[in-house]
Antibody
Framework: QLHLQESGPGLVKPSGTLSLTCTVSGGSTGSSSYYWGWVRQTPGKGLEWIGDIYYRGTTYYSPSLRSRVAISVDTSKNQFSLTLSSVTTADTSIYYC???????????????WGQGTLVTVSS | EVIMTQSPAALSVSPGERATLSCRATYSVSMNLAWYQQKPGQAPRLLIYGASARATGIPARFSGSGSGTEFTLTISSLQSDDFAIYYCQQYHNWPFTFGPGTKVDIK
């Protein structure tokens, strides 16, 4: 059974860079059938898709975050990572790593989700 | 961006009763819609994709319907394990967007 696990600092200073890694077990980030990505959740804004990556390196990002976000994949380690630069308190969220199914020319659903990790932006 | 709305925001239901949750999109998303369940302290869990297909392991009491801009999630006979928040999500257009959720609690 596929399992995703987020890791990374729980506290980031304003104007700093948020970096998280997702380790995949029970499946391969080298699969051609899926994308690997990130979704965040805050009480105020709800669930927000951040972006995702295909094993070949093709990325898709939310327009609202595109200027600050980068997602990479390391198929040799079966991991993928998120960096979000110039963070503010508005970036304080629970960050989930997710697998997105390929669905033709459209996007796809997210399944499964990691357990989530709270990242707080504060000095 | 496709804006997703859900109604009602909260729903009180007795165990064994039917619950009907609605989701609406500002533009047609065809059948490219998913439903998720989230319990306190847990990540969302996929219930339905393609508007009506149940995900692996999801009980038959969960059913989805609709297309275009109007969608419904029905829980035919609520069990104690079903009290949670339910979110819809469109994946027809980028960026993928979620509804604000419907909280189903015990009446």
């Amino acid at each position: 059974q596929l399992h995703l696990q987020e890791s990374g600092p729980g506290l980031v200073k304003p104007s700093g860079t948020l970096s998280l890694t997702c380790t995949v077990s029970g499946g391969s980030t080298g699969s051609s059938s899926y994308y690997w990505g990130w979704v965040r959740q805050t009480p105020g804004k709800g669930l927000e898709w951040i972006g995702d990556i295909y094993y070949r390196g093709t990325t898709y990002y939310s327009p609202s975050l595109r200027s600050r976000v980068a997602i990479s994949v390391d198929t040799s380690k079966n991991q993928f990572s998120l960096t979000l630069s110039s963070v503010t308190t508005a970036d304080t969220s629970i960050y989930y790593c997710v697998r997105r199914s390929v669905n033709g020319r459209r996007g796809g659903w997210f399944d499964p989700w990691g357990q989530g990790t709270l990242v707080t932006v504060s000095s | 961006e496709v804006i997703m709305t859900q109604s009602p925001a909260a729903l009180s239901v007795s165990p064994g009763e039917r619950a009907t949750l609605s989701c609406r999109a500002t533009y047609s998303v065809s059948m490219n819609l998913a439903w998720y369940q989230q319990k306190p302290g847990q990540a969302p869990r996929l219930l339905i994709y393609g508007a009506s297909a149940r995900a692996t392991g999801i009980p038959a009491r969960f059913s989805g319907s609709g297309s275009g801009t109007e969608f419904t999630l029905t829980i035919s006979s609520l069990q104690s394990d079903d009290f949670a928040i339910y979110y819809c999500q469109q994946y027809h257009n980028w960026p993928f967007t979620f509804g604000p959720g419907t909280k189903v609690d015990i009446k």
